[in-house]
């Protein structure tokens, strides 16, 4: 079946330092990649996504690369900042599984001033 | 504004009592899921509806139930059968199945 495997947290960063998240999933098809963000007590959000190899979604200073031939999405963010912290999930959706949504474990990410 | 509502926020029950959570969006979207979280944890799906009418198990659908009457409510029935039913419980929709999903704040659930 569908999965996602995200790097484990906790991640502690301090304000202005370079994030990465990596992700890497196994698929029965061709799938669209998410990463969604959950602040504390709040539902998730979606950051960004991407549908197709090599394509790059990209939002609030967030990005991820598409890589079919690694089979990842890493999510990269070149300065973070306090109001960043919060939870990170990579999903995929996979129209050979009757497109049925596989959500990572989440990643933490606290950033210090 | 567009969007998904959840109430209640915060909800306690004792044990023995079924409750149901809300659900409703006002984005005319097809598909709509519930989904449990606990504590440190990923997103667990409970069951999902890819149409008004119509549902499906998710990975975790002992102990839940829910209808599908209008498009856009999805309510849960969480039922004395469920074992541990204390948690946050998600909802969200999506345009179609398979799209990206808009999530709702979240009802956090605590039976004692």
């Known amino acids: 079946g569908d999965s996602v495997t995200q790097m484990e947290g906790p991640v502690t960063l301090s304000e202005e330092a370079f994030l990465t998240i990596n992700c890497t999933y196994t698929?029965?098809?061709?799938?669209?990649l998410f990463w969604y963000v959950q602040y504390p007590g709040e539902g998730l959000q979606l950051l960004l996504k991407a549908t197709k190899a090599d394509d790059k979604g990209s939002n609030k200073g967030f990005e991820a690369t598409y890589r079919k031939e690694t089979t990842s999405f890493h999510l990269e963010k070149g300065s973070v900042q306090v109001s960043d912290s919060a939870v990170y999930f990579c999903?995929?959706?996979?129209?050979?599984?009757?497109?049925?949504?596989?959500f990572g474990d989440g990643t933490t990410l606290t950033v210090k001033p | 504004d567009g969007g998904i509502t959840q109430s209640p926020k915060y909800l306690f029950r004792k044990e023995g009592q079924n409750v149901t959570l809300s659900c409703e969006q006002n984005?005319?979207?097809?598909?709509m899921y519930w989904y449990r979280q606990d504590p440190g944890q990923g997103l667990r799906l409970i069951y999902y509806?890819?149409?008004?009418?119509?549902?499906q198990k998710g990975d975790i659908a002992e102990g839940y139930s829910v209808s599908r009457e209008k498009k856009e409510s999805f309510p849960l029935t969480v039922t004395s059968a469920q074992k541990n039913p204390t948690a946050f419980y998600l909802c969200a929709s999506s345009s179609i199945w398979g799209a990206e999903q808009y999530f709702g704040p979240g009802t956090r659930l605590t039976v004692t």
């Open positions: 698929a029965t098809g061709y799938p669209s």
């Open positions: 984005l005319n979207h097809d598909a």
């Open positions: 509806s890819q149409i008004v009418n119509d549902f």
């Open positions: 999903a995929l959706s996979d129209p050979a599984n009757a497109g049925k949504s596989t």
